[in-house]
């Protein structure tokens, strides 16, 4: 929520008002070195993960169903070339962004029923490389 | 109101704390220059060392059985209303549910305009009075994803909140929560069957913000 104004004078309605209208960017965090943010709840918030998805190497994003229904609460699991285990977070919403090092990782995705998906990746340090896991059923 | 047994002489320190009241058997208790039993914070009196079993007063040790002894009373008594007024009932929430579509659009956690009319009245009525707590409850639709519907209407509720707040409610007397799809209004076949838009539409009851304000007595929000 970076453009909620610092400006201490600001009449709390304005900056209400402001809140309100501004693209709510969840806060990124860091895990083992490793950058991430994720959510994309509800239309606003999904449109500025989208957008700041430029500035990741990886972006995530779970959906499910013929109508693709955004998931939330992804249980993401990444694992380096060698198998290490790099991250192991829940996805707060349907995309998740992650700094990775450029690199092959392979990335498993557990919906809440426990059903799972892999997917091998490719990750170049600048790219913006964007990964979809569907569940056929909803 | 338990005789605390303790003699007089430790009492010095508590004494300026002490009020008294009428006594019977004084010389077993601490009494004050007027000859009052003094008692402590706790309402407890103070025995001293000529006190024995039996001995009593109106507020210390009163025999249980002759129970019509009157309660100890403060000396600046309340006036006995004229008529018992009738006890309040004890208050219960006001369920105000509030249609999510007119405040906010299809899959969006930010009010629109619109919505902020219809908070300002509800905020206005909450306000104006006193209120202990107020509830707000996040529903959605079932079209989407469980886990994505409760977020979404955790974050609708959230924005209520945070719109009550800057209104000028006490956060600390506001909960939220989402429940998504779990609590429908629609009949569980009502909208079964029809296409995505006419299903959307069909199922716009069931896009709610539930706020139930729980006044306290003197509230009118019973």
Redesign the interface.
């Known amino acids: 929520m970076k453009s909620i104004p610092t400006i201490a004078a600001t009449a709390l309605a304005l900056s209400f008002a402001l809140q309100a209208q501004a693209s709510t960017l969840p806060q990124p965090t860091t895990e083992n070195g490793v950058t991430f943010l994720s959510g994309g709840i509800g239309h606003d918030e999904a449109a500025a993960l989208k957008a700041e998805a430029k500035n990741y190497p990886l972006s995530l994003v779970f959906s499910a169903g013929k109508d693709n229904a955004f998931l939330a609460d992804i249980k993401v699991t990444i694992r380096d070339h060698t198998g290490k285990e790099v991250l192991s977070t829940t996805s707060a919403g349907p995309i998740m962004l992650i700094k990775l090092p450029a690199g092959r990782y392979k990335i498993d995705a557990q919906r809440g029923d426990g059903k799972h998906l892999h997917r091998t990746v490719q990750v170049a340090g600048h790219g913006d490389r964007r990964v979809a896991f569907h569940w056929q059923a909803a | 109101m338990n005789a605390r047994t303790v003699f007089a002489a430790l009492l010095l320190a508590a004494a300026s704390a002490a009020h008294a009241a009428p006594s019977d058997d004084a010389s077993g208790y601490l009494t004050s220059g007027s000859g009052q039993v003094v008692t402590d914070g706790f309402g407890d009196c103070w025995h001293t060392g000529e006190w024995t079993a039996g001995m009593h007063s109106a507020q210390c040790d009163r025999r249980p059985v002759k129970a019509v002894a009157p309660m100890a009373k403060p000396a600046f008594r309340a006036p006995e209303p004229v008529a018992a007024a009738p006890k309040p009932p004890a208050p219960k929430p006001v369920p105000l549910s509030l249609s999510t579509d007119a405040l906010f659009?299809?899959?969006?956690?930010?009010?629109k305009s619109e919505g902020r009319v219809e908070l300002d009245k509800l905020a206005k009525e909450i306000l104006e009075d006193n209120y202990r707590t107020i509830d707000i409850t996040g529903h959605s639709d079932r079209?989407?994803?469980?886990?994505?519907n409760?977020?979404?209407s955790e974050?609708r509720a959230q924005?209520v909140s945070?719109?009550l707040a800057?209104q000028g409610a006490d956060t600390r007397k506001i909960h939220t929560q989402g429940v998504g799809s779990s609590e429908p209004l629609t009949a569980k076949d009502q909208c079964s069957g029809l296409p995505?838009k006419e299903l959307v539409e069909c199922l716009q009851p069931d896009r709610y913000v539930e706020v139930k304000v729980l006044g306290t007595q003197t509230s009118a929000l019973r």
């Open positions: 659009d299809f899959d969006r956690a930010t009010l079209i989407g994803a469980p886990a994505y409760r977020l979404l974050r924005t945070d719109y800057v995505r």
